[in-house]
């Protein structure tokens, strides 16, 4: 993805430091509302554009370019979340968001933080299952819950930003939350589950079926991701034995596959590497010491952050 035109103006352009700056905070906004690291630069980049393309008086009549740009590019994926819907239907499969990597465990990563993913901070507010129940929302419950309960906007900006009134944008949080309430399971330690999923990866590895059976909860579901661009299994594999045996039968398949305990989405995860280059993440999620939930990424547009790592 490009990056914003710098402006030709040099420093002395009405809140340069401020609207570079932003770029950051934006990002960050852009992929909890889309899911998708792709669509986040897509969006902030036509957002700089936006500013950059007006005249000189129009800028300076902006009292805050931080607002402006926080608007524009919300408004921005609110128009994406509303065309999300024919675009799934059109896609190959599950869509899954997009996994994010964490930097900080890579040695290879690029330098100067060149790399959109790495200016997403990761938090609870991006791990899979989140995600996975934002995606269930409306767009507007979606972006109005982002603002205001991760980005703590007050409900008046969020309001102005949206388009809507107040009331209604708590109306809105408020359904958003109770959401969240129904899906989501009791939070387990990163050590807990790094541990899960360590010996998961080493009952894989041994192809201990009974090992795996044994750490999966019995009414387990393993969603895959391959978006018609790498084989992967288009309905969910639902119960702990079948995903156990799927995961076994595909192991025998693809020997030369090697596994890694990674960061996904702040969470730990698995990564498959093929000759070096990652062709599979796999993010869990955990419930009363079992895996209860696996999506496995495979598209290998969604895997671009990864490329480097």
């Known amino acids: ?49 936006r500013w950059y393309a007006m005249p000189r008086p129009q800028q300076e009549a902006i009292a805050s370019p931080a607002a402006w740009l926080t608007t524009v590019a919300t408004r921005i994926c609110l128009d994406l979340l ?17 996994p994010l990597p964490d930097r900080t465990e890579w040695a290879g990563g690029l330098a100067g933080g060149a790399d959109p993913a790495d200016w997403v901070t990761l938090d609870e507010s991006v791990n899979m299952a989140f995600l996975v129940v934002l995606e269930a929302m409306t767009p507007a419950e979606r972006v109005t ?56 990866k080493e009952a894989w590895q041994a192809g201990d079926i009974k090992a795996l059976v044994g750490l999966l909860d019995p009414d387990a579901t393993m969603i895959a991701d391959g978006g018609g661009l790498a084989g992967a299994v288009r309905r969910p594999v639902e119960g702990g034995e079948r995903i156990a045996q ?17 960061t996904v989405n702040g969470r730990p995860g698995l990564v498959a590497q093929h000759a070096g280059v990652t062709v599979t993440v796999a993010a869990f999620g955990v419930a009363h010491g079992r895996v209860d939930r696996i999506w496995v990424v495979r598209n290998p547009e969604k895997l671009r952050s990864w490329a480097a790592r």
């Open 246 to 262: 799927y995961l076994i039968h595909m192991a025998g398949r693809t020997r030369e596959l090697t596994l890694l305990e990674r």
């Open 82 to 98: 509303g065309s999300a819907r024919a675009r799934r239907e059109r896609y190959v499969g599950t869509w899954i968001p997009e």
């Open 145 to 200: 819950f982002i603002l205001h309960d991760v980005f703590r906007y007050p409900f008046a900006e969020v309001a102005e930003i949206v388009g809507r009134t107040p009331a209604a944008c708590r109306q809105l949080a408020s359904s958003a939350r109770r959401r969240l309430r129904a899906a989501q399971a009791p939070p387990v330690p990163t050590a807990g589950q790094a541990g899960l999923v360590r010996d998961f």
């Open 1 to 49: 993805m490009s990056t914003p035109s710098e402006p030709e103006s040099g420093p002395s352009e009405p809140g340069l430091i401020e609207i570079v700056g932003e770029r950051r905070r934006l990002i960050n906004l852009g992929y909890r509302m889309l899911g998708s690291l792709a669509e986040a630069e897509d969006a902030v980049q036509e957002s700089y554009t």
